[in-house]
Nanobody, 121 residues
Framework: VQLQASGGGLVQARGSLRLACAAS??????MGWFRQAPGLEREFVAA???????YYAESVKGRFTISRDNRKNTVDLEMNNLKVEDTAVYYC??????????????????WGQGTLVTVSS
């Protein structure tokens, strides 16, 4: 299984970016995005179950939208009203962990290579 992420870049605060991730192989129950800022640990951003139910970190709720296409095996992250503190390397992930762990890295077995998002003030 391979996950290929794309769409990162440099954007001004209050701008928008869309990240995309394509997974090879089978469809997974969970597809999500995590991020890691310099000097900080990797943190949960958003996830979507095969059913379409979505989950967000409080810091991005109302600004980010996650979506998936089960036929294409892709997951996208639409990011609006970006803030400087959103600057990080964003990783897409896929796995079959239980729902109660969907905000934890333990729910995901496969990870993309990361794409850098830089938000300037």
């Amino acid at each position: 299984v391979q996950l290929q992420a794309s769409g990162g870049g440099l954007v001004q605060a209050r701008g928008s970016l869309r990240l995309a991730c394509a997974a090879s192989g089978r469809t997974f129950n969970n597809m999500g995005w995590f991020r890691q800022a310099p000097g900080l640990e990797r943190e949960f951003v958003a996830a979507v179950r095969r059913s379409g139910h979505t989950y967000y970190a409080e810091s991005v709720k109302g600004r980010f939208t996650i979506s998936r296409d089960n036929r294409k095996n892709t997951v996208d992250l639409e990011m609006n009203n970006l803030k400087v503190e959103d600057t990080a390397v964003y990783y897409c992930a896929a796995g079959d962990g239980i729902l109660s762990e969907i905000r934890s890295a333990t729910a995901y077995r496969h990870w993309g290579q990361g794409t850098l998002v830089t938000v300037s003030s």
